[in-house]
């Protein structure tokens, strides 16, 4: 068969139009989009799983700049370890305080760890990982009255704690109103420290809230006889309603001159507006957050989660 040079330049152009038509057929068009939406969804893919890594560091919502901690371990005198400001701040690296005080980036809390060992603080048994408010930075003798008033709000958690021989669960203490003696009120009764008793206890007890408190054994006393801790009694306790377990709850501490106000859950209420309030009066305190273990038990522990602390005057 002969061609022509028309019959080729014939040829040529229908060739080109059969390519323009296929490649702007539906299927080529869909394949092109297709490959667009492709590419789309696997950016979208991407940018998910990067929110998602973000959204998994998150850090507690805790200043720790008038704190510091007592940890469950011996420094080398031998007295129990602790970290005050500015160092505290640097708590997360750490070495010594990583297995009793670390933030769970997962969670978003501190976690104050603690367990039966050597290392006690003065008139206790028991061990602690607990914060110790510090009005002025690294200094313990500026501290507050109950005139002068106080407040102090956490959002905590129970995350494990072991049980007794009866299966029952260990209690701790996850914050504290604690008395202290001014220096001349030390010298007055000839003690050897600043200690005075603690105001205010709050456990958590076998997954309900308790509170502690004490009674002026005789009401007419007064300086110096109303200084000394065995002037002091305990109180009964009282136990909220609420079932806490192991699920995240709020506690509020409110004190004013005379009164005492703790705070479950914003919803349920405790208050303490009696003479043996107002007889604290005389003296100074400070607040103390965390987990102040109650037992000596072999193998014992506990962890407890903060995810907020807010402490002011």
Known sequence: MKFSLVNIYKFRGVLLILVVLVFNTPYALSQSQQNDESKQTEAKKERGKRKKRKKKVRLPEIDLSHWKVTLPVTNDKGKPYEISPPEILDFASNEVAKPYMYIDSTKGAIVFHAMPTESKTK????????????????????????????????????????????????????????????????????????NA??????????????????????????????????????????????EVGFRKFTLEVKVSDGKMVIILNGNEYKVYENIHMRKWGVFENYFKAGNYFQTRDKGAYAKVRFYELEVSH
């Open 197 to 242: 008793p603690p105001i205010l206890k709050i456990y958590w007890d076998k997954g309900k809230i308790r509170v502690k408190t004490k009674l002026l054994k005789n009401l007419n006393a007064q300086i110096p006889e109303i200084l000394h801790e065995d002037a002091w009694d305990n109180d009964e306790g009282f136990n909220f309603e609420q």
């Open 123 to 194: 008139n206790t048994k028991y061990t602690r990982s607990e914060l110790r408010e510090q009005m002025v930075p690294g200094e313990n003798n500026v501290n507050w009255t109950f005139k002068d008033g106080g407040y102090m709000k956490g959002k905590i958690q129970m995350d494990e704690v072991s049980r007794d021989s009866d299966g029952k669960y260990h209690r701790v203490i996850i914050m504290q109103i604690h008395g202290r003696l001014t220096n001349e009120q030390r010298d007055l009764i000839g003690e050897d420290d600043n």
